[in-house]
């Protein structure tokens, strides 16, 4: 079982930068595919970028392509987002999401174990 706390979402302003931490906890966080999903106020929960196990980047979402960059560190258990020339397009609820070994990591319906999300807000 792996249970995911996220952390470092605010308020910045356009342009700025933001780190956001995803800590895991669970015997076998470092098997497990790690990606970035946000939600924007009345829309649907869109993909943001994705990490297989072994660090291979599976992807990023066009719309932050160049300008967000995920990352992991499985000695820490965590997996990161850092956001940078951040528009206001990009509020939004980030979440961080799990995936089990054996999955391809590609598909939402792949990723079983969320964390709560957190606020990131881009004041224009």
């Known amino acids: 079982q792996v249970q995911l706390v996220e952390s470092g979402g605010g308020l910045v302003q356009a342009g700025g930068s933001l780190r956001l931490s995803c800590a895991a906890s669970g015997r076998s966080f470092n098997r497990y595919a790690m990606a970035w999903f946000r939600q924007a106020p009345g829309k649907k929960r869109e993909f943001v970028a994705a990490?297989?196990?072994?660090?291979?980047?599976?992807g990023y979402a066009d719309s932050v392509k160049g300008r967000f960059t995920i990352s992991r560190d499985n000695a820490k258990n965590t997996v990161y987002l850092q956001m940078n020339s951040l528009k206001a397009e990009d509020t939004a609820v980030y979440y961080c999401?799990?995936?089990?070994?054996?999955?391809?990591?590609?598909?939402?319906?792949?990723?079983?174990?969320w964390g709560q999300g957190t606020q990131v807000t881009v004041s224009s």
């Open positions: 999401a799990a995936a089990p070994p054996g999955t391809s990591a590609i598909r939402e319906d792949e990723y079983t174990h």
């Open positions: 990490m297989r196990w072994n660090g291979i980047i599976t």
